[in-house]
């Protein structure tokens, strides 16, 4: 098995890293951060995987199709993970730009040439990673609310439009799993998960060809309920949940 991880150097990314390379398999891991992600893929080669590192930055486009493309060529990709994310913080104009261009950006970037790639062979996993949050509107947390969203509704719409190709999409809706975004939250996490327990049921429901992987099952019965209620009754709702994250800049996976 090979697999693609994009947002590796911490949280949720560095735990299926983690999970997959004590499976053996060949791993292709990109972050920002080239101390945390070398150190991530030092550990996955200890757990027995051969493990590529690279510093990307998935908004840049360009980029992101050369690694994935390269990565195929030197392996090809049975599974591609388009996780990387970042919280926006305060909700000034430049973090909700951020936000968008990471979170919905950045996995657009790396989702498409995955498509191309996995299209022409008949086969291969694309899994997206949104959230919880997703489920919104959420007062708390709106450009981050807005931007998983985005990522539920096109990852379980690809699903759907590449079965018929041999390309299986799941998409990921955590709620609160340690990570350094949740490291920075200021508000009650109810149902809190440890990145490598959040992992193992990502990959194991990731291999069942599961589409929508939503858990802790309470957080996601919660949010579907505010999702579906009239608008005047969400507000009202939304009007008690407690700020996500104190001011400042925005949180990076």
Not at 51 to 67: F, I, L
Not at 83 to 94: H, I, S
Not at 182 to 211: H, L, Q, V, W, Y
Not at 244 to 252: E, F, L, N, Q
């Amino acid at each position: 098995m090979t697999t693609l991880i994009t947002g590796a150097s911490s949280g949720i990314g560095e735990a299926i890293a983690r999970e997959c390379a004590k499976r053996g398999e060949r791993l292709f891991l990109c972050g920002r951060d080239r101390g945390r992600l070398d150190a991530v893929a030092a550990a996955c080669r200890a757990d027995g995987a051969t493990a590529d590192a690279t510093v990307v930055d998935v908004t840049d486009r360009e980029a992101v199709e050369r690694w994935i493309r390269e990565a195929d060529a030197a392996s090809p990709l049975d599974r591609v993970f388009a996780n990387a994310g970042v919280a926006t913080g305060a909700e000034t104009e430049e973090h909700v730009r951020n936000t968008f261009a990471i979170n919905v950006g950045g996995t657009v970037n790396t989702v498409l040439p995955a498509i191309e790639l996995m299209r022409a062979r008949g086969r291969g996993q694309i899994v997206l990673t949104a959230s919880i949050a997703g489920y919104g509107p959420l007062r708390s947390c709106p450009s981050y609310s807005a931007t998983k969203s985005c990522i539920k509704t096109w990852g379980l719409s690809l699903r759907g439009f590449l079965k018929k190709d041999g390309v299986r999409v799941s998409v990921i809706c955590p709620g609160f799993i340690r990570s350094r975004l949740t490291d920075k939250n200021t508000c009650p996490m109810p149902f809190f998960m440890e990145a490598d327990k959040a992992a193992r049921t990502i990959i194991s429901r990731a291999d069942r060809d599961i589409g929508l992987i939503a858990f802790p099952w309470p957080m996601r019965l919660a949010t579907w309920f505010l999702s579906i209620l009239p608008h005047r009754l969400n507000e009202l709702i939304n009007r008690f949940v407690p700020d996500k994250v104190s001011a400042g800049s925005p949180k990076t996976l």
